[in-house]
């Protein structure tokens, strides 16, 4: 079951700029927190950034603090993820999911196919 589609990612070079989108169907979003995760080939899923069913609080990993933003547009039910600044480390594949705001962790067990952001030197 594919409940969430990512979009925006792609080839970019060190210091640029993408922006991520992550859309619903058949869920309204407004009332779940969300988070986006992503993985590097050989290493673990990991937490990126989380937003609350308001929008009200953030949260983000150190790793990307001060270059990326998330936010959400529930009307549009979409949650988005600006990313600046970029590094060759932000290389990995990006979801989103639903997200516990105690330990960011992902709350389904149904992942979208994600979206790859691929940073140049």
């Known amino acids: 079951q594919v409940q969430l589609v990512e979009s925006g990612g792609g080839l970019v070079q060190a210091g640029g700029s993408l922006r991520l989108s992550c859309a619903a169907s058949?869920?309204?979003?407004?009332?779940?927190?969300m988070g986006w995760f992503r993985q590097a080939p050989g290493k673990e899923r990991e937490f990126v950034a989380g937003i609350s069913s308001t929008g009200g609080s953030t949260s983000y990993a150190d790793s990307i603090k001060g270059r990326f933003t998330i936010s959400r547009d529930n009307a549009k039910n979409t949650v988005y993820l600006q990313m600046n600044s970029l590094k060759p480390e932000d290389t990995a594949v990006y979801y989103c999911?639903?997200?516990?705001?105690?330990?960011?962790?992902?709350?389904?067990?149904?992942w979208g196919q994600g979206t790859q952001v691929t940073v140049s030197s």
């Open positions: 058949g869920r309204t979003l407004s009332i779940y927190t």
């Open positions: 999911n639903y997200a516990s705001p105690i330990g960011w962790r992902p709350t389904s067990d149904y």
